[in-house]
């Protein structure tokens, strides 16, 4: 069965950090580029950063000053380390894996909560 769970999220005060994880089951981890998204208020998914198979990472933008992404092929799993976390990070972020072939679907976690409070 094909699962993705994240775990990791939470509330921390701005400047903070978390470092979420996926772990993946029932798929071919090492072989699949890995991604996380976020989903702020109001606003459309995007995304954070992805790696490839090959350990090359991108990254949106400015968040690559700021956060990190890394995979354990060994442990089937994806992480994301964020730090100095700011008030308009707060959202949902969320594990995927896409398709490597037409006929198979992209996965994606359910995601899980990041807030930002002092």
């Known amino acids: 069965q094909v699962q993705l769970v994240e775990s990791g999220g939470g509330l921390v005060q701005p400047g903070g950090s978390l470092r979420p994880s996926c772990t993946a089951s029932g798929v071919d981890f090492s072989n699949n580029n890995l991604a996380w998204y976020r989903q702020l208020p109001g606003k459309q998914r995007e995304l954070v950063a992805e790696i490839s198979s090959q350990y090359i990472t991108n990254y949106q933008g400015s968040l690559k000053y700021r956060f990190t992404i890394s995979r354990d092929n060994f442990k089937n799993q994806l992480t994301l380390r964020m730090k100095s976390l700011k008030p308009d990070d707060p959202g949902i972020y969320l594990c995927?894996?896409?398709?490597?072939?037409?006929?198979?679907?992209?996965?994606w976690g359910k995601g899980i909560r990041v807030a930002v409070s002092s």
């Open positions: 995927y894996i896409p398709s490597r072939r037409p006929w198979e679907d992209d996965l």
